[in-house]
């Protein structure tokens, strides 16, 4: 066995409960934990702890996509959702237009473009393609 291999295998017993998402309890665990990464590191891509707040994020997200599936919905339904969770009225998204442009989305009389759909992930800070 090289050095490497002892090395981890000496650390695993206290690593291995942070990598293993198997049940909703682990996973709310795994999000807490997220929640608390972030709120140390931001996006600070050189602290050391990145790398791991980055892996739990791709394991929680293979957990959801597995017990949480989301059925498809329009840029449109996600952006209703956001306001609805931010108690945003439609004149609340400036950086979308007006309240009418917001209005017309909405009724689906008008498409979110790139524009919209970079600045609404960045408020919401979600990936562009939860508008797509």
Same mark, same amino acid.
Not at 31 to 45: A, K, M, S, T, Y
């Given at each position: *066995?090289?050095? *490497?291999?002892?090395?981890?295998?000496?650390?695993?017993? !206290?690593?291995?409960?942070?990598?293993?998402?198997?049940?909703?309890?682990? +996973?709310?665990?795994?999000?807490?934990?997220?929640?608390?990464?972030?709120?140390?590191?931001?996006?600070?891509?050189?602290?050391?702890? +990145?790398?791991?707040?980055?892996?739990?994020?791709?394991?929680?997200?293979? +957990?959801?996509?597995?017990? +949480?599936? *989301?059925?498809?919905?329009?840029? !449109?339904?996600?952006?209703?959702?956001? *306001?609805?969770?931010?108690?945003?009225?439609?004149?609340?998204?400036?950086?979308?237009?007006?309240?009418?442009?917001?209005?017309?989305?909405?009724?689906?009389? /008008?498409?979110?473009?790139? /524009?919209?759909?970079? !600045?609404?992930?960045? /408020?919401?800070?979600?990936?562009?393609?939860?508008?797509?």
């Amino acid at each position: *066995m090289n050095t *490497m291999i002892k090395d981890i295998e000496s650390h695993w017993s !206290a690593i291995s409960p942070l990598l293993a998402i198997r049940n909703e309890k682990e +996973y709310q665990e795994a999000v807490e934990r997220v929640n608390h990464l972030v709120d140390e590191i931001g996006d600070d891509e050189q602290h050391p702890l +990145y790398e791991l707040l980055d892996t739990l994020g791709t394991l929680i997200e293979a +957990y959801e996509e597995k017990h +949480y599936p *989301m059925s498809d919905c329009s840029g !449109a339904e996600m952006l209703r959702f956001f *306001m609805d969770e931010h108690s945003l009225t439609q004149a609340g998204l400036p950086e979308i237009g007006s309240q009418g442009v917001v209005s017309d989305i909405l009724n689906g009389n /008008r498409e979110l473009n790139i /524009r919209h759909i970079r !600045a609404l992930a960045k /408020r919401f800070n979600v990936s562009p393609s939860v508008f797509i």
